[in-house]
Structure formats: C-alpha cells, structure tokens
C-alpha cells in the first residue's frame, strides 16, 4: 500500500468509526500518524537525495522522502 492510499485509509477508518465531525487538526494527526511507517519508496527517496548521501537525516532528505510519497501511484 502506497503512502496515499495509507493516509487515505487511515482517514476513512476514523470517519467510519465515529459520528462526529473532524475538525483540520484531528485530521492532520491521523494523516500524521499513518505517516509514521516509511514506504520502500520514501525510502529510496531519502536514498536519492544528493545531502542524503553524507549525513543520517536533515530537512532535504525528510522533503525528499515526502515528495517520494506523493509521487506514489
């Protein structure tokens, strides 16, 4: 399963599960959430990010892995 579909399902399951109206910030939290676990492919995005190559983690490998994620198909 694709980060989309990940993030997606994560949200329709809480939908599902209650009768109230979610407001942004709940919503940001299950999208947050169902982020937690990378995908091979956001993976291979940190992989691939040129600053990536040199240090553990910085912000251009976290938007590498990010924009990884919503290229998924």
Same mark, same amino acid.
Not at 30 to 45: F, N
């Given at each position: 399963?694709? $980060?989309? @579909?990940?993030?997606? #399902?994560? *949200?329709?399951?809480?939908?599902? &599960? ?16 169902? $982020?937690? @676990?990378?995908?091979? #492919?956001? *993976?291979?995005?940190?992989?691939? &990010? ?24």
């Amino acid at each position: 399963m694709n $980060m989309i @579909e990940r993030v997606a #399902k994560a *949200i329709n399951e809480s939908y599902s &599960a209650s009768s109230e109206t979610f407001n942004g910030e709940e919503l940001a939290r299950m999208a947050i959430t169902a $982020m937690r @676990e990378p995908t091979d #492919k956001m *993976i291979l995005g940190w992989q691939d &990010a040129q600053t990536c190559r040199d240090t553990y983690f910085d912000n251009d490998c976290y938007k590498a892995m990010i924009d990884a994620a919503l290229k998924e198909e």
